[in-house]
T-cell receptor, first 119, second 112 residues
Framework: DTEVTQTPKHLVMGMTNKKSLKCEQH?????MYWYKQKAKKPPELMFV???????INESVPSRFSPECPNSSLLNLHLHALQPEDSALYLC??????????????????FGNGTRLTVT | QQQVKQSPQSLIVQKGGISIINCAYE??????FPWYQQFPGKGPALLIA?????SEKKEGRFTISFNKSAKQFSLHIMDSQPGDSATYFC???????????FGAGTILRVKS
């Protein structure tokens, strides 16, 4: 089992709803990520937090709002989503070693995702 | 220049055979190349990774071959088993330290 835990596993929401996805890791990693994955496609990076500060936002629409309350937790707040936002949302984490770059000694660890359906 | 091109899109191999998946890149700044394995309903899991100063890395039945001059790397799965049936993604670390560029993925099916 993965050491990155995501809840819920499945979520169905209407376009006017507000919901949140949660992610937790206890590996002492200081970088946490949100990825979006459509069926039969590779993961697409959305956000990166480094030491609880947002370091990368891949021009994600404001209806997705990330939050990193502490070094172990990562949330993704969802509001007014569209049906095309239906996807597998993956959380990931990595150590921050030296320059903080993903590397052989600092790989990316994924959770099993939240399957989101927007109706 | 930020792309990683992966082939084939899908692959069917007999049990006990060798599965080969290829990736190519253009950006010479890439310097970390992991492979991820993803089963249906699960997140990608790190399978094996290589640095460009190494030409081959082997872990059990899985081997990465790396050709720096050709800017190509490949995954070989020896003695393929039905349990290896999954989607495989190659990746490379991009210009930004925390960003991986993924290939399009290869759906592998091992027939028993």
């Amino acid at each position: 089992d993965t050491e990155v835990t995501q809840t819920p596993k499945h979520l169905v929401m209407g376009m006017t709803n507000k919901k949140s996805l949660k992610c937790e890791q206890h590996m002492g990693h200081r970088a946490m990520y949100w990825y979006k994955q459509k069926a039969k496609k590779p993961p697409e990076l959305m956000f990166v937090y480094s030491y609880e500060k947002l370091s990368i936002n891949e021009s994600v629409p404001s209806r997705f709002s990330p939050e990193c309350p502490n070094s172990s937790l990562l949330n993704l707040h969802l509001h007014a989503l569209q049906p095309e936002d239906s996807a597998l949302y993956l959380c990931a984490s990595s150590q921050e070693i030296g320059t903080g770059r993903l590397s052989y000694n600092s790989p990316l660890h994924f959770g099993n995702g939240t399957r989101l359906t927007v109706t | 220049q930020q792309q990683v091109k992966q082939s084939p899109q899908s692959l069917i191999v007999q049990k006990g055979g060798i599965s080969i998946i290829n990736c190519a890149y253009e950006n010479t700044a890439f310097d970390y190349f992991p492979w991820y394995q993803q089963f249906p309903g699960k997140g990608p899991a790190l399978l094996i990774a290589i640095r460009p100063d190494v030409s081959e890395k082997k872990e059990g039945r899985f081997t990465i071959s790396f050709n720096k001059s050709a800017k190509q790397f490949s995954l070989h799965i020896m003695d393929s088993q039905p349990g290896d049936s999954a989607t495989y993604f190659c990746a490379a670390r991009g210009e930004y330290g925390n960003k991986l560029v993924f290939g399009a993925g290869t759906i592998l099916r091992v027939k028993s």
